[in-house]
């Protein structure tokens, strides 16, 4: 079973329509992180917690909310989806260790019309 | 100045021969390095880190860190079609309470293919 999971994996929506995506992790890493992905801009960070009171907003957190329910679960919400929303989005985890190795999930590609 | 910069590609190499990847970096506080395998339309893939200078080798693929130079570069030998991939690095600027602090910097990445 992958250590990582996002759910779903393929979204497609309308403008406007609140939307949540889900990650979980069996990793026991307390670090989770939102990226997003779009051709040409790389991998830029949505939001990240280091544990379940530690929310933090990332370079381009506006228009979107996150949700660490549990160690295992970081959930990121777009409120009101926009088509620039389009992009491929990737749940990542961490341990506490100095070094930081992310590991990332399958990845959900969103499509906002 | 970006943060993290990689050769801009795309880098095309022939099936056996050594692709080579590089990348610099801003931050001289910068601690640990990644390099990222990604497949087209897949998730990054950890395949290398590293944190001391000089080289560090897995397999075909060998890490090579110059802290003083700010650089990290990527050699795959023997390259093959399967290695054909975007190739994402990644820095790790530790600064505890810093705002950087937990967080990797990504470079937009470089396409390589492999061809036979």
């Known amino acids: 079973d992958a250590d990582v999971t996002q759910t779903p994996r393929n979204r497609i929506t309308k403008t406007g329509k609140r939307i949540m995506l889900e990650c979980s992790q069996t990793k026991g890493h307390d670090r989770m992180y939102w990226y997003r992905q779009d051709p040409g801009l790389g991998l830029r960070l949505i939001y990240y917690?280091?544990?379940?009171?530690?929310?933090n907003k990332g370079e381009i957190s506006d228009g979107y909310s996150v949700s660490r329910q549990a160690q295992a679960k970081f959930s990121l919400s777009l409120e009101s989806a926009i088509p620039n929303q389009t992009a491929l989005y990737f749940c990542a985890t961490s341990d506490l260790g100095e070094y930081n190795e992310q590991f990332f999930g399958p990845g959900t590609r969103l499509t906002v019309l | 100045q970006k943060e993290v910069e990689q050769n801009s590609g795309p880098l095309s190499v022939p099936e056996g021969a050594i692709a080579s990847l590089n990348c610099t970096y801003s931050?001289?506080?910068?601690?640990?390095f990644f390099w990222y395998r990604q497949y087209s339309g897949k998730s990054p893939e950890l395949i290398m880190f590293i944190y001391s200078n000089g080289d560090k080798e897995d397999g075909r693929f060998t890490a090579q860190l110059n802290k003083a130079s700010q650089y990290v570069s990527l050699l795959i030998r023997d390259s093959q079609p399967s290695d054909s991939a975007t190739y994402l690095c990644a820095v790790n600027p530790i600064h505890a309470g810093g705002t950087s602090y937990g967080k990797l910097t990504f470079g937009q990445g470089t396409i390589l293919t492999v061809h036979p």
């Open positions: 917690s280091f544990d379940v009171k530690d929310i």
């Open positions: 931050d001289r506080g910068s601690q640990s």
